[in-house]
């Protein structure tokens, strides 16, 4: 179903496209919203994205049994987030969690959270839970706040990024070298009634209104990864260094978990998450599924890649994430290959990398030496 935020009246308010359509892209001055976020004092109306709540007594430990996330233990107010995989390890959902004491809330995409409430709600059986898509009723809040709500606030999902949480691991860089360290971010609930007054409350106590330009040129020089945006149906978690805060590596069996631990154990996922600087002298850039080329002096213009976000940001100009082919030289400059309008764009892009080429993460186990001719292991005799 369609969804306009009442805010996209507000003067000046230009709407959003794509997965964040429904809100406002910007209200006049992107750059001034941009930079206000940035500078941890903006509120956002992310009020298009969808809400799912859990209830019953079987919650945690059921969502535990058939996400790839802990969740038997999780405290009340603290965040955390999960995947649902296929079979094979395939990422059909991605959802931030948070328990409130009473319940489970799951805040994911707009456009997943039915699918999401109906896979859970066939996945039931005899547990004692109770599954309902509560988008209708509850509208998010973005704030740039790292901090988890606490008693006697909304329910608030505060964003882990790029800290590795128990359990999970890494590919990129440490926490302490990731760009994304710069970006507190969390999200708060509120009754979808009270959308404008909760953001009225907090301009009045001096935050301007940001639109989702701001927020995705930020989650974007973050290295992000989001759902709407870099996954299609081939993805696993660890090309997009998801593993960080979305997996427990160690935690038993789930559905796609032999793919997730096969591939860690092993290494060198298919593809591998960049992102790209792109040269910003003219006027029309990509968007999002454009394609990604080795330049023709190294392979042709052969197609290595797709770009799956866009965004200028007030300090680096034009950057990207795009998923290239894990063989893809990391220090190539690349061409991204799109069509605006009927006009064709071909635009350089220099790559930083995100997941490395070799693919290994930072505790990946170690390889074990080749055996003896006629010999299993230990003890045994062929």
Request: a negative charge.
């Amino acid at each position: 179903m369609d969804y306009e935020s009442p805010l996209l009246s507000r003067r000046g308010a230009v709407a959003a496209a794509g997965p964040d359509a429904g809100v406002a892209w910007h209200y006049g001055d992107p750059t001034a919203e941009q930079r206000a976020l940035s500078r941890g004092g903006a509120v956002v109306d992310q009020s298009h994205l969808g809400v799912v709540r859990v209830a019953g007594p079987d919650r945690l430990t059921w969502l535990h049994s058939i996400t790839s996330q802990q969740l038997e233990d999780l405290a009340p107010r603290t965040s955390t987030e999960l995947l649902v995989l296929s079979p094979q390890g395939h990422i059909e959902h991605a959802a931030g969690v948070v328990d409130d004491g009473e319940a489970t809330w799951l805040i994911t995409e707009r456009e997943s959270a039915p699918g999401l409430a109906g896979w859970l709600d066939r996945m039931k059986f005899t547990r004692r839970v109770e599954v309902t898509d509560a988008t209708e009723q509850w509208a998010a809040i973005g704030e740039p706040v790292a901090a988890d709500g606490i008693e006697g606030e909304p329910v608030t999902w505060h964003d882990a990024w790029p800290h590795v949480v128990g359990g999970g691991t890494r590919y990129g860089p440490p926490e302490s070298e990731h760009p994304g360290a710069e970006r507190p971010w969390r999200l708060v609930l509120v009754p979808r009634a009270d959308l404008e007054s909760e953001v009225a409350a907090r301009e009045a106590a001096g935050w301007p209104l940001a639109g989702t330009w701001a927020t995705e040129a930020l989650r974007v020089e973050a290295w992000r990864p989001r759902y709407a945006r870099e996954v299609d149906a081939r993805t696993i978690p660890h090309e997009l260094d998801w593993l960080r805060t979305s997996v427990h590596i160690s935690k038993g069996c789930y559905r796609g978990q032999e793919t997730v631990a096969r591939v860690h154990n092993l290494g060198r996922p298919p593809r591998r998450l960049v992102m790209l600087h792109l040269d910003g002298s003219q006027h029309l850039l990509p968007e999002p599924g454009a394609e990604v080329r080795l330049p023709a002096s190294d392979g042709a213009g052969k197609v290595v890649g797709t770009l799956t976000s866009m965004a200028r940001h007030h300090e680096l100009g034009p950057i990207g994430l795009a998923v290239l082919k894990r063989n893809v030289p990391e220090d190539v400059e690349l061409m991204v290959s799109g069509e605006i309008s009927g006009q064709v764009l071909e635009v350089s892009a220099a790559q930083e990398t995100v997941v490395p080429g070799d693919g290994v993460s930072v505790d990946r186990p170690e390889a074990h030496g080749p055996l003896t001719r006629g010999l299993r292991g230990p003890g045994s005799l062929i």
